[in-house]
């Protein structure tokens, strides 16, 4: 059974950065594209970025746009999100997604099939 696995998360303050990584564990898939997804304590989870696989398009949430990258790396099989400039209103469980069924659109949660288990980011004042 293929899983993703996100790792990169942690403590950062207001202002920071971090890198957030993710890679299929137990096999490989044949991603479409990769997204990222993150969801706050009380809140829904909401869509972040996400890039197509073979094309490299990305695609941004209108909250992290020009602080968020994400890029893949073909030879790792391996999806990061840059983040900078980093807010308290980024603290959240970000998830990764990967969506190897053809459906329109990337920023919906039902575009996507596999699923990791989340990685923690918390921001301090």
């Known amino acids: 059974q293929v899983q993703l696995v996100e790792s990169g998360g942690g403590l950062v303050q207001a202002g920071g950065s971090l890198r957030l990584s993710c890679a299929p564990s137990?096999?490989?898939?044949?991603?479409?594209?990769m997204g990222w997804f993150r969801q706050a304590p009380g809140k829904e989870r909401e869509f972040v970025a996400a890039?197509?696989?073979?094309?490299?398009?990305?695609t941004y949430a209108d909250s992290v746009k020009g602080r968020f990258t994400i890029s893949r790396e073909f030879a790792k099989s391996t999806v990061y999100l840059e983040m900078s400039r980093l807010d308290p209103e980024d603290t959240a469980t970000y998830y990764c997604?990967?969506?190897?069924?053809?459906?329109?659109?990337?920023?919906?949660?039902?575009?996507?099939?596999?699923w990791g288990q989340g990685t923690q980011v918390t921001v301090s004042s």
């Open positions: 997604a990967a969506k190897t069924e053809l459906r329109v659109g990337l920023t919906g949660e039902d575009k996507y099939d596999y």
């Open positions: 137990g096999g490989i898939l044949d991603s479409i594209a």
């Open positions: 890039i197509t696989w073979h094309g490299g398009s990305t």
